[in-house]
């Protein structure tokens, strides 16, 4: 069993950075950032394999978002840049077994609580 806690959600300006982080009990060889807005299904963000630091991302998030991992500290961050009103979700951190990044929830084994993102002006 892996335990995931995210940790770094809060209240934005459109246009601002946030980074969360997501600290695994142990290692995980994959681990993946989805979110969920309001009344909406949960979706992948960006992912990323622990190993050598092979990333994935949604359309959504290409150009703006960041995923990097510390492997030492069995960590991922997610850095957002020019967030949106669109951008807010909760933010759940996921790990898998499995060395595949991919935007499937199915794939991930581990869940974190999430974490609360806000974007208003």
């Known amino acids: 069993q892996v335990h995931l806690v995210e940790s770094g959600g809060g209240l934005v300006r459109p246009g601002d950075s946030l980074r969360l982080t997501c600290t695994a009990s142990?290692?995980?060889?994959?681990m993946a950032w989805f979110r969920q807005a309001p009344g909406k299904e949960r979706v992948f963000v960006g992912g990323?394999?622990?190993?050598?630091?092979?990333?994935e991302y949604s359309d959504s998030a290409k150009g703006r978002f960041k995923v990097s991992r510390d492997i030492a500290k069995n960590t991922m961050y997610l850095q957002m840049n020019f967030l949106t009103p669109e951008d807010t979700a909760v933010y759940y951190c996921?790990?898998?077994?499995?060395?595949?990044?991919?935007?499937?929830?199915?794939?991930?084994?581990?869940w974190g609580q999430g974490t609360q993102v806000n974007v208003s002006s």
């Open positions: 990323i394999r622990m190993r050598d630091g092979t990333t």
């Open positions: 996921a790990g898998s077994a499995d060395v595949i990044v991919t935007g499937a929830l199915s794939a991930y084994d581990y």
């Open positions: 142990r290692h995980a060889r994959t």
